[in-house]
């Protein structure tokens, strides 16, 4: 039996980036889901949205602050997506989410409703420490930049 499991992890560390690359899609794309009508539902949607922010004593320029929270979300998301700026749009969305955590807890509505805010805050801190995988465009790019580093060293000889 211990051997069943040591091969299946074997077998399953092989896919990591494949994992990294579902992940990405999947919670990338939810949170374009979730952005797209706040970042593309007006001054209204923004001002009601920015409002949560008197929570911390922040009462100006509420449409600022909700387009702020709907633009981290959906275009956080489709960095995420596509792996492009991949730990700062993760930065980004643990920074969204903490503010909608403690705005949830601060207007009393209980961990119950407050709980998503936190698990997808947490799921983001983590992808944060772990990396987009190599099927993203950070690795591309990186990728691409070590390759034209090697031809200008090797140019010199």
Same mark, same amino acid.
């Given at each position: 039996m211990k051997s069943l499991y040591v091969d299946f992890n074997q077998l399953m560390k092989?896919?990591?980036?494949?994992?990294?690359?579902f992940f990405r899609l999947g919670i990338g794309g939810m949170f374009m889901w979730h952005g797209?009508?706040?970042i593309f539902g007006g001054?209204?949607?923004?001002?009601?949205? =920015?409002?949560t922010m008197a929570?911390? $004593?922040?009462?100006?320029?509420p449409a600022f602050w909700g387009f702020m929270?709907?633009?981290?979300? *959906?275009? $956080? $998301?489709?960095?995420?997506?596509? =792996?492009l700026f991949y730990r700062l749009a993760c930065l980004l969305l643990v920074v969204n989410l903490s503010v909608a955590f403690i705005s949830q807890i601060g207007d009393g509505k209980g961990l119950m409703k407050a709980s998503q805010s936190l +698990?997808?805050?947490?799921?983001?801190?983590?992808?944060? *420490?772990?990396g987009?995988?190599?099927?993203?465009?950070? +690795?591309?790019?990186?990728?691409? +930049?070590?390759?034209?580093?090697?031809?200008?060293?090797m140019a010199k000889y």
């Open positions: 092989s896919y990591q980036d494949i994992g990294l690359l797209f009508p706040k001054i209204e949607k923004w001002t009601a949205l =920015g409002k929570t911390f $004593g922040i009462d100006f320029a929270s709907g633009f981290a979300e *959906f275009f $956080g $998301g489709l960095l995420i997506v596509l =792996g +698990e997808d805050g947490f799921s983001f801190l983590a992808a944060l *420490f772990v987009p995988g190599k099927y993203s465009l950070d +690795e591309y790019l990186q990728r691409n +930049e070590l390759v034209d580093k090697e031809l200008q060293i």
